[in-house]
């Protein structure tokens, strides 16, 4: 596992990652990067009619790239650290499944969730550990 961490816009990425970020199991989008997700990639009207019961804790792969980490119930709730890494466990198990070796993703939960990136980045780090992932975390 390799952590790499670049100043860099995440959508500008080299094609090979793909991207992950969090939403809330409401599905609303509506503000910071899971609205900029939106807007690019119309995650909502990818989800499919069984997707919507989806739980806290779990990851939703959508448009064949993107990994959607449902880290909580509304979209006005907060994540806890164990709701991203229930989900960053499946979204490793996810990747391990369909051979993907190179994650993107902003600095996850971390935004308007209000996590800290120091606890967020252990995390990763644990979860990640015994794989091949290479995950790059842009920052602006």
């Not at 009619?49 to 990994?67: A, C, M, P, Q, S």
């Not at 190179?102 to 120091?118: S, T, V």
């Amino acid at each position: 596992m390799i952590i790499k961490e670049e100043k860099k816009d995440l959508f500008s990425v080299d094609s090979k990652y793909y991207l992950a970020h969090c939403i809330s199991a409401d599905y609303k989008m509506g503000a910071g990067i899971a609205l900029e997700f939106e807007k690019r990639f119309h995650i909502k009207s990818s989800i499919k009619k069984d997707d919507l019961k989806i739980e806290v804790g779990t990851t939703l792969f959508t448009n064949n790239k993107i990994f959607n980490l449902i880290t909580k119930e509304k979209y006005y709730n907060k994540p806890t650290y164990t709701t991203l890494r229930n989900a960053l466990d499946g979204l490793k198990s996810i990747c391990i499944t369909r051979d993907i070796k190179y994650l993107a993703m902003p600095r996850i939960g971390c935004g308007l969730d209000k996590l800290y990136w120091n606890t967020v980045k252990i995390i990763l780090e644990q979860v990640f550990y015994n794989t091949d992932i290479e995950i790059l975390v842009c920052y602006l």
